[in-house]
């Protein structure tokens, strides 16, 4: 079955530039996470998504960083003016479900991004 | 606050010997325990979860969990190592927020196994 994608899988950015990278995850799952996986270390959170609210932003390391949800399903971060320090993997997870409920967060394969 | 420590970032083993991966928490709440697996250039992989229930979790591969209350552990064991064993692997506490549904999750550092013929 499908599970959560990411695209694009890798991405090579110029410091300064801006990018977007995309979540779209399993169907009908109410809540979406993301986070930033740096080289030999374990994944951090950046934020967090209940359809189309985004209820918890305290992750983001920055305010280049940005996370939308409009219609509760796809799912985009924008990274603005990149610098070195984002290279990083980035992933997206989504569960099922939302306030109350303690559902497993399915991951998807990450972004690689690197930024020269 | 939440968090985990993973005692060992590199473990070897031979094939068909036991595996330990060690991991300590420490939670202000009654924590949500799990074990992810993360195989090169693929996506995070669940293997347990311990939620209050049974002390001692099953997951999947054969792999399993006790949560120690008294020592602040949940250690992963799995009683013979395969090939295919071989990867990272990450204790997780879950946030507990809005409400007391799992929130955001806070990984270790992460352990890679070796495992050699």
């Known amino acids: 079955g499908a599970g959560v994608s990411q695209s694009p899988r890798y991405k090579v950015a110029k410091r300064g530039q801006d990018v977007a990278l995309r979540c779209d995850p399993i169907s009908g799952h109410v809540s979406l996470f993301w986070y930033q996986q740096a080289l030999g270390q374990g994944p951090e959170f950046l934020t967090y998504f209940q359809n189309e609210a985004q209820l918890d932003k305290s992750g983001l390391p920055s305010d280049r960083f940005f996370a939308e949800r409009p219609e509760g399903s796809v799912s985009t971060l924008k990274i603005q003016r990149t610098q070195q320090e984002d290279s990083a993997v980035y992933l997206c997870?989504?569960?099922?479900?939302?306030?109350?409920?303690?559902?497993?967060?399915?991951f998807g394969p990450g972004t690689r991004l690197t930024v020269t | 606050a939440q968090s985990v420590t993973q005692l060992d970032s590199h473990v070897s083993v031979s094939e068909g010997t036991p595996v330990l991966l060690r991991c300590n928490y420490s939670?202000?709440?009654?924590?949500?325990l799990f074990w992810y697996v993360q195989h090169p250039n693929k996506g995070l992989q669940l293997l347990l979860k311990?939620?209050?229930?049974?002390?001692l979790v099953k997951g999947i591969n054969g792999f399993e969990a006790e949560f120690k209350k008294s020592e602040t552990s949940f250690h992963l064991t799995k009683p013979s190592a395969h090939m295919s064993d071989a990867a990272e692997y990450f204790c997780v506490v879950s946030v507990p927020n809005y409400g007391g549904s799992q929130g955001n999750l806070i990984f270790g550092k992460g352990t890679k196994l070796s495992v050699k013929p």
């Open positions: 997870a989504s569960s099922f479900g939302g306030q109350g409920s303690s559902y497993e967060q399915y």
């Open positions: 939670s202000s709440y009654s924590p949500s």
């Open positions: 311990y939620t209050s229930a049974a002390t």
